[in-house]
Nanobody, 128 residues
Framework: QVQLVESGGGVVQAGGSLRLSCAASGETFSRYTMGWFRQAPGKGRDFVAAIRYGGAGANTYYAESVKGRFTVSRDNAKNTVYLQMRNLQPEDTAVYFC???????????????????WGQGTQVTVPS
């Protein structure tokens, strides 16, 4: 079992930045591929970014809509994964969820159903 708790959401003006954190507890954190997903009002939950199992240098993956603006990273010593978000835009408004995937198969890394554990989400609002 893995428990995940997100933090760091809030309201930020367009062009601003936020850093989300996801603290994990339970099983060995470094064994899990960690993902970030988001759900905008009235829409489904979409993949944002992921970092594979392993150390800080693990491979990272991004949705096209956030590539170049968002950075996912992990600190295994702190059992925490981060999502640094820059140049935020109104279309980034959503509830952001972190998730843990014990498989980490590259071909399915963007698929939410492959993640076994989820946090409760944190709201990010970028007013238009």
């Amino acid at each position: 079992q893995v428990q995940l708790v997100e933090s760091g959401g809030g309201v930020v003006q367009a062009g601003g930045s936020l850093r989300l954190s996801c603290a994990a507890s339970g099983e060995t954190f470094s064994r899990y591929t960690m993902g970030w997903f988001r759900q905008a009002p009235g829409k489904g939950r979409d993949f944002v970014a992921a970092i594979r199992y392993g150390g800080a240098g693990a491979n990272t993956y991004y949705a096209e809509s956030v590539k170049g603006r968002f950075t996912v990273s992990r600190d295994n010593a702190k059992n925490t994964v981060y999502l640094q978000m820059r140049n935020l835009q109104p279309e980034d408004t959503a509830v952001y969820f972190c998730a843990a995937n014990s498989g980490g198969i590259l071909s399915t890394i963007r698929l939410q159903h492959t993640y076994q554990y989820w946090g409760q989400g944190t709201q990010v609002t970028v007013p238009s």
